[in-house]
C-alpha cells in the first residue's frame, strides 16, 4: 500500500474521478483527497464514505476568508465527527497573490486550529509566501500535520520537524533544476518525509504536463528513494509508515 497523503482527486476537478479512485484501488493505491471550501469538503466526503482507499481532510483554505461565516465554521466541526476525516485541511496562509487580507487569513487559519487542538486532528498546511507566519502561529498550537509542497528553506524544514510537522515532496523533486527538494529530503530525518502528488497540479517527470493523478505518486517515491540512495521498496515502506503513524490510518 502506498498514500498519497494531499490530493484533490473530486468530481470538480476531475471527469472521471471515481474511474480513477477506482483504478488507484485495484493498485493499492490510498490517498487523503483534500477540500478547500464547502463544496468541495462535501464531495471528498461522499467519496471518503463510497471508497475504502479515500480518506478525507476537510477544511477551509486562504482564497475563501471572504466567504466563510460562523456558520460554516460549526458545519465543518460538525462533518469532523465523520470517521473516514483524518486531519483538517487543506489551510493555511497564502501571500503571493493576495497581500491585503493577511489578518483576515490568519484569523480562518487559527479558527481551524483550534478545531484541529479540539479534536486532536491533524493539519495539512498551505504556505506559498508565507512560511514565517505559518511557522509563528502554528509553534502557538499544540498540533501535528503536514506543511504540504513545502517550498521553505532547510533551515525552516528543521524548524518545522521539530513542532512535530511532516514534510511534503511532490512532483517538482523530479524536475531537473529543482534543487530545493532534493536538499530537504537529504537533510531532515527521513521519518518526517511524506509523499504527495497535490493532483491535478505538479505532475512529475515523466508525466510532466499531463495532468496529475494519485497512479503518478510511485514516480515521486522512487525519485526520493534515488536521492537517498535506499532500496525503493524500502522507501515506499517508510513513507507509507510515516502517513500512517501521523494520521492514524
Ligand atoms: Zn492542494
Not at 480513477?20 to 462535501?42: A, P, T, V
Request: proline share 2%; glycine share 4%.
Amino acid at each position: 500500500m502506498i498514500i498519497d497523503t494531499h490530493c484533490h482527486m473530486y468530481n470538480s476537478e476531475y471527469e472521471q474521478a471515481e474511474e480513477i479512485i477506482r483504478q488507484c484501488n485495484d493498485n493499492n493505491i490510498f490517498m487523503i483527497l483534500n477540500g478547500i471550501d464547502k463544496k468541495s469538503n462535501e464531495e471528498i466526503l461522499y467519496l471518503a464514505e463510497k471508497y475504502d482507499n479515500v480518506y478525507a481532510a476537510i477544511g477551509y483554505d486562504h482564497s475563501t476568508v471572504d466567504k466563510i461565516t460562523d456558520d460554516d465554521l460549526l458545519l465543518l466541526e460538525s462533518q469532523l465527527q465523520n470517521k473516514k476525516v483524518v486531519a483538517i485541511g487543506e489551510i493555511g496562509l497564502d501571500y503571493y497573490w493576495i497581500k491585503e487580507n493577511k489578518d483576515k487569513q490568519k484569523k480562518l487559519f487559527e479558527n481551524q486550529l483550534l478545531l484541529a487542538e479540539k479534536y486532536n486532528l491533524p493539519v495539512i498546511v498551505h504556505s506559498r509566501d508565507a512560511v514565517q507566519d505559518v511557522y509563528d502561529i502554528l509553534k502557538k498550537y499544540n498540533i501535528k500535520g503536514s506543511i504540504h509542497c513545502y517550498s521553505g528553506s532547510v533551515q525552516m524544514a528543521k524548524e518545522f520537524t521539530k513542532l512535530g510537522f511532516y514534510i511534503g515532496i511532490d512532483g517538482p523533486i523530479t524536475f531537473k533544476n529543482n534543487k530545493r527538494q532534493k536538499e530537504i529530503v537529504k537533510e531532515i530525518d527521513n521519518n518526517y518525509l511524506l509523499v504527495e502528488t497535490d493532483s491535478p497540479y505538479l505532475s512529475p517527470e515523466p508525466k510532466r504536463g499531463e495532468k496529475n493523478t494519485p497512479l503518478n505518486l510511485v514516480y515521486i517515491i522512487d525519485k526520493i528513494a534515488d536521492e537517498l540512495e535506499i532500496d525503493k521498496e524500502d522507501m515506499s515502506n517508510i513513507l507509507t509508515e510515516n502517513a500512517k503513524r501521523l494520521f492514524k490510518i
